[in-house]
């Protein structure tokens, strides 16, 4: 892991980044289990500018994902692997006037999911008689999102506020 942050003067940012692994699954009676291990990546950003004491923006950046993970819960398939991994990025903009009494917000985003499974399977049992399986059997799913929400805060009293607003968001998912 490794981490940076600060801020110079009205802006802020941070920057993470992460990674990591694992061999194969080693037992503590000595027996390795083929086909456990994983790698790791990921990092993440943000950025943020406070335009004035009333109005601020912000940008988040991240994505993440495991590769090479083999194939869970089958020690005799040695040779499927997943990769999955994700991404979103969000901006927000804060703001309220003077008073206090009259604030908004607006959001905007997108993301990304994926999962790709690459499985095989080398013979099938059906009853008694082996059935050919296949090389490769490679599944793809990926689900993406974008979506809008926007806030407007009306201060009644110092204690009850009226939200309204709007949340929209559009997805699509397929899989091959």
Do not use: C
């Amino acid at each position: 892991h490794a981490q940076t942050r600060g801020n110079a003067g009205s802006t802020d940012w941070y920057l993470g980044l992460n990674a990591g692994s694992r061999d194969d699954y080693d037992s503590g009676l000595g027996n390795r289990m083929l086909n456990t291990g994983w790698k790791r990546r990921g990092a993440s950003g943000a950025f943020g500018w406070q335009v004035n004491e009333l109005n601020r923006l912000d940008l988040n950046v991240r994505v993440d994902g495991i590769h090479d993970a083999g194939f869970r819960g089958s020690g005799a398939n040695y040779t499927s692997k997943d990769d999955r991994y994700n991404g979103s990025v969000d901006l927000v903009y804060d703001g309220n006037l003077a008073n206090n009494r009259v604030g908004w917000m607006a959001h905007v985003y997108h993301f990304r999911d994926v999962d790709q499974f690459n499985w095989a399977s080398r013979v099938v049992r059906s009853g008694t008689q082996p059935v050919p399986g296949t090389s490769r059997d490679y599944n793809h799913r990926q689900l993406g999102a974008s979506g809008l929400r926007l806030q407007t805060r009306l201060g009644l009293t110092d204690t009850n506020h009226l939200l309204v607003g709007y949340d929209g968001e559009h997805s699509r998912l397929r899989s091959d």
